[in-house]
């Protein structure tokens, strides 16, 4: 079946880091591809989508471009804030289901 | 616009006891869903539903109970509760099938 898998953290980088959180996906058909972020205490909210091969998806700052060819959807910034601090999630719907298949999440810190 | 909400925002109740969480979403979104998150677990599907009066079993919904009566509420009973589900529960909805979940706060329920 259709899988998700990103990399494990918790992820720990120093304010205006680089950042790649790595995520690669097993599907059938042509998914639809998403990072979701949860800040502390609240509920996931969509960071940004792709819908089909070579789409970058961008916001915030955030980029993530759809590799057909690698099976990945990985997330980067150039220069992370401490306000980035923060649970992301990777997921992906292929579209013949009623749900999205999510990641199991990485807790990113970002030190100032 | 008041958009997903869920009450109560936490809970305490004890072993044994029914609960009721509730979720309320404003945009007449088809589909909605019913998540548990838990530490080395993620999220995992409990219920969701793709309309009124059609509801479908997810990833562990064994020892709760789901209605949809009204498109727009989306109730989550948990009708003896366990030690075990202690958890956050998070409520989301989407307008169709596979498309972005917008999701709630979040209850946070302890059972002791």
Known sequence: ?112 | DAGITQSPRYKITETGRQVTLMCHQTWSHSYMFWYRQDLGHGLRLIYYSAAADITDKGEVPDGYVVSRSKTENFPLTLESATRSQTSVYFCASSESRGETQYFGPGTRLLVL
């Open chain 1, 1 to 112: 079946g259709d899988s998700v898998t990103q990399m494990e953290g918790p992820v720990t980088l120093s304010e205006e880091a680089f950042l790649t959180i790595n995520c690669t996906y097993t599907a059938t058909g042509y998914p639809s591809l998403f990072w979701y972020v949860q800040y502390p205490g609240e509920g996931l909210q969509l960071l940004l989508k792709a819908t089909k091969a070579d789409d970058n998806g961008r916001n915030k700052g955030f980029e993530a471009t759809y590799r057909k060819e690698t099976t990945s959807f990985h997330l980067e910034k150039g220069s992370v804030q401490v306000s980035d601090s923060a649970v992301y999630f990777c997921a992906l719907s292929d579209g013949r289901d009623d749900k999205i298949i999510f990641g199991k999440g990485t807790r990113l810190h970002i030190l100032p």
